[in-house]
């Protein structure tokens, strides 16, 4: 991952010029789906309430993300699944209708990829997820981000990556480009599933989160249809103990490989305070990759500010030039996911081992094709 000069440009709004249409953005407008049914079993509470099979919630959710559901029925079901729970069949359902109209990211199948979801960002401490992407593509890893773009409370990982001189990519074809050249690419939700960025936008409206912020931690951002479940490997994380639990169950009733710990602050990097347990999900079945070691870290690491994005982008840039040390959870997360996936490149000590020489010492000759890690 090359360093480049720090910019200080603030990035485009979600649905801003040069974003992804996506596919059927120019279809006409849906007849109208017929919600009452549906949200007659699922409106009556979470005690009367019946949830929906998974063919059922696969055409509702196709319906909301087409635009065939008006305003006040979609805040309406919105509300009911979370007052009532989403049922397993019904969040695979959604994340299958999610999957089938997303604008899928190109990759070299001949290369593992890692996706990582990033919508929360980071309020009490340094955002360090570009980081984490970083230390995986230098190790040779197809990595996605995917998330939003700003949060008036937090420092999002877009911002970071754009104060380190890299902006969003525009479409999921830049996107694809970055990871031929070995860069992280990110990915804003607009860009890469635009009608579901709608939907988590709702949020504002409603006050509360809703199934879409459930999803958008489990969805890939790859065909899985054409290149198969496995072949993407999904980081996740969680704060609730309830969370944890669904994703398991989402992951292993899918076959698809996926990463679960507990990360920072909603974020799918380690946290710098305690070691956390760390799962492994591959073919139906979970292991633990590491036990939770909850005795204080030693050694802190001397980190950014959290609300920062400029600092915290100069400080990742230094830690991927290795003039600062990387945070010991952070080196033995990408040891374990590197060791997981079978392109182990840390050492014993969790040390980050060799990385790629245009990270250490990038080219600033004129003659230099310009950097553009991450999209």
């Not at 009532?84 to 990829?113: F, H, M, N, T």
């Not at 979801?117 to 981000?145: C, E, F, H, M, W």
Request: proline content about 9%.
């Amino acid at each position: 991952m090359s360093a480049t000069p720090l910019s200080h440009a603030s990035p485009p709004v979600a649905g801003a010029a040069g974003s992804s249409p996506g596919p059927g953005a120019d279809a006409p407008d849906p007849a109208p789906f017929p919600v009452g049914p549906y949200l007659k079993r699922v409106g009556r509470g979470n005690v009367g309430a019946r949830s929906l099979e998974r063919d059922e919630m696969q055409r509702l959710f196709g319906a909301m993300l087409d635009g065939a559901v008006a305003d006040v029925e979609l805040g309406g079901l919105l509300v009911a699944f979370r007052m009532k729970g989403e049922a397993l069949d019904e969040i695979a359902g959604a994340l299958a209708a999610l999957q089938a109209r997303l604008s899928p990211v190109p990759i070299d199948p001949r290369r593992p990829v890692v996706s990582i979801p990033s919508y929360n960002g980071a309020r009490k401490s340094a955002n360090l997820t570009p980081l984490l992407a970083g230390l995986l593509a230098d190790a040779g890893v197809q990595v996605i981000i995917h998330g939003i773009r700003c949060d008036p409370n937090r420092i999002t990982t877009c911002e970071v990556v754009q104060a380190m001189g890299h902006p969003p990519a525009a479409t999921v074809a830049e996107a694809g480009m970055a990871l031929e050249r070995g860069n992280p690419a990110f990915v804003p939700i607009d860009v890469l599933a635009p009608s579901f960025a709608r939907l988590l936008q709702l949020r504002e409206r409603l006050g509360v989160r809703h199934i879409g912020h459930t999803l958008a931690k489990l969805l890939a951002p790859i065909d899985v249809s054409c290149h198969g479940i496995e072949r993407c490997v999904r980081l996740m994380s969680f704060t609730h103990p309830e969370f944890n639990e669904l994703q398991h169950a989402v992951m292993e009733g899918l076959g698809a490989r996926a990463v679960v710990m507990r990360g920072s602050e909603g974020e799918a990097v380690a946290g710098t305070k305690r070691m956390v347990q760390v799962d492994w999900i591959e073919r139906g079945a979970t292991r633990a990759l590491a036990p939770a070691d909850l005795r204080p870290m030693g050694r802190p690491v001397m980190l950014p500010p959290a609300q920062d994005a400029v600092a915290t982008a100069v400080w990742i840039q230094s830690a991927l030039s290795g003039e600062q040390p990387v945070p010991e959870n952070v080196a033995r997360q990408v040891s374990l996911i590197l060791g997981a996936i079978g392109r182990d490149a840390v050492d014993d000590r969790g040390a980050i081992g060799e990385r790629e020489a245009s990270a250490r010492h990038p080219d600033t000759s004129a003659s230099a094709s310009p950097p553009a890690s991450p999209q």
